[in-house]
Nanobody, 111 residues
């Protein structure tokens, strides 16, 4: 049972990145799932979550209107489309269904 995030990297302010999280060992369609992030020296923060029916909810006011969560259950994959990136978005991003926490992917936003 595993979740593996990818798609992070170095971006400039205003850039876009798309993160992916692939589930293995279980059926993603059976779970609500979300993206979380943790910046150095800061507590873990919920970013967005999505229900099994596709209902989305932003968990952080700072990402509203900029980040979009989606899922493709046929591919057992969760996505996070991040637009208008800001330096304060710099963090390790990971996905979790509440039982399994995946290995994260680093996002660094810097000019």
């Amino acid at each position: 049972v595993q979740l593996q995030a990818s798609g992070g990297g170095l971006a400039q302010p205003g850039d876009s990145l798309r993160l992916s999280c692939v589930a293995s060992g279980f059926t993603l369609a059976d779970y609500a799932i979300g993206w979380f992030r943790q910046a150095p020296g800061k507590e873990r923060e919920g970013v967005s979550c999505i229900s099994t029916s596709g209902a989305m909810m932003d968990l952080s006011d700072s990402v509203k209107g900029r980040f979009t969560i989606s899922r493709d259950d046929s591919k057992n994959t969760l996505y996070l489309e991040m637009n208008s990136l800001k330096p304060e978005d710099t963090a390790v991003y990971y996905c979790s269904n509440g039982d399994v926490r995946g290995r994260g992917t680093q996002v660094t936003v810097s000019s």
